[in-house]
């Protein structure tokens, strides 16, 4: 699903990519899939391999040797710790958000 502009985002491609790596590794296109899949959101190609060359440099995911043309990523110990850190400080911002949510009058 193509975002709008006037939508509010809540998803960078650094997260979507660790997200799908922590169930095992992919390539790209499988990536891709998974995300749509999972987070109805389409990285285009150009995003998806620019965040995993930084990806990589960073030391959260790395490249596998080829399977022909497809090359295949795994996340790292230090991607799947920051993957961790993110979604549980996602998980503490949406209780309280939908808390205040429950008490605000309308």
């Known amino acids: 699903m193509a975002r709008r502009k006037s939508e509010v985002a809540w998803a960078d491609p650094t997260l979507l990519i660790l997200g799908s790596l922590a169930a095992g590794p992919k390539h790209g296109y499988a ?9 109805d959101i389409t990285l285009g190609p150009g995003t998806l391999y620019g965040a995993l060359a930084r990806l990589e440099e960073r030391g959260l995911v790395r490249a596998l040797p080829g399977q022909e043309r497809r090359r295949p990523y795994e996340i790292t110990a230090a991607g ?5 850190a993110r979604l549980k400080a ?3 911002f949406s209780a309280h958000g939908l808390a205040r949510l429950r008490t605000a009058r309308p």
């Open 31 to 39: 990536i891709i899939l998974d995300t749509k899949e999972n987070a």
């Open 80 to 84: 799947a710790a920051l993957l961790a």
């Open 90 to 92: 996602m998980r503490s």
